[in-house]
């Protein structure tokens, strides 16, 4: 009996370090800037470098969780198991895959997005104009593609736009892209005034003033991202996948047969589904998804630990 009681106090204490991690991974993650979040291409990866410190704290909080909650995922799998051993053993096994998955995953993703970032961002280059990059439609129009963050892109310039004049100065069909760059470059002042209109809408003028862009290679950046090794688990579908199915039979079982008890079969099942709509927003782009499923993820999956440990220790 003594025996017995040793190893519930210690998954007691695995089950309280694993939810306190979790609530600081959670923590971590309300000050993501939310170009982190939403991948937003190129400005992601500068917006990981500039908040590496807090990348890093995140993903190794919640690895640390992960490790913990091993043994809380065995406990429980082993106070369940009355209930139907086959059935519980098994989905038992996918719940230590699914958490292992995660806890190796989290160290090497990390490591991995702040690579690929310095290898992005290090094709960055720039110079001083309008950011305007100049293309012939099949009609010989001059149409127009605005970098981004540049004086154009800011000014509310639209890719694809046909440019109809510059300065006052008509811009024909058949004009030759080097002749309106050469107009573009030597306007006085670095000032310029464009009359651009787009298909079907009224002509619209924007007067431009020249300040540095900011570019990326993109062929190099696909090479880049392509030369580097894969993720461990695209979109967290194994360790979340897995480990949000044990939430789910586990708590599903145990309230039926009404094992353990009420609150914690409740908050088990909740944190199952936020599991998988964590994962769900890598293939479903929906900003509810994004908004609630780390959320119900990782403070219910948090608030499960400390459950867990309560329930243990009586």
Known sequence: MKKKKGKLSFVSIAAWIAGAL?????????????????????????????HQTLYWVTYLAFMFSA??????????????????RNLIRWIGLL????????????????????????????????FEGYGLMLD???????????????????????????????NGQEIRKGEKRTTVKSVLQNSPDGRVEITVQSAGQP??????????????????????????????DPAFLIGFGLTGLWFLVIHGVAMK??????????????????????????????????AVGPWLGLVLGALWYLRVGLFLKK
Not at 147 to 166: E, H, I, N, R
């Open 22 to 50: 979790l609530l600081c991974s959670s923590a971590c993650y309300l000050f993501w800037p939310k170009e982190m979040i939403y991948e937003a291409g190129v400005e992601s990866f500068r917006s990981i470098l500039n």
């Open 67 to 84: 490790l913990f909650g091993l043994s809380v995922v065995m406990a429980v799998t082993e106070l369940v198991q009355s209930a139907n």
């Open 95 to 126: 719940g230590i895959i699914g958490l292992s998955v995660i806890a190796v995953n989290f160290w090497y993703h990390p490591g991995t997005a702040v690579d690929k970032a310095k290898a992005v961002v290090g094709q960055q280059g720039s």
């Open 136 to 166: 012939t439609d099949q009609e010989g129009r001059i149409q127009i593609y605005p970098f981004a963050d540049s004086p154009a892109a800011k000014a509310g310039v639209k890719a694809g736009d046909v440019l109809v004049s510059v």
């Open 203 to 232: 002509a619209r003028r924007y007067a431009l003033r020249k300040s540095r862009v900011d570019y990326w290679d993109v062929s190099a950046q696909s090479a880049i991202l392509a030369s580097t090794a894969p993720d461990i």
């Open 257 to 290: 047969k009404r094992l353990l008890d009420r609150p914690l079969n409740v908050l088990g099942l909740l944190a199952g589904v936020g599991l998988w709509l964590f994962s769900a927003q890598f293939f479903v782009h929906s900003a509810a998804l994004i």
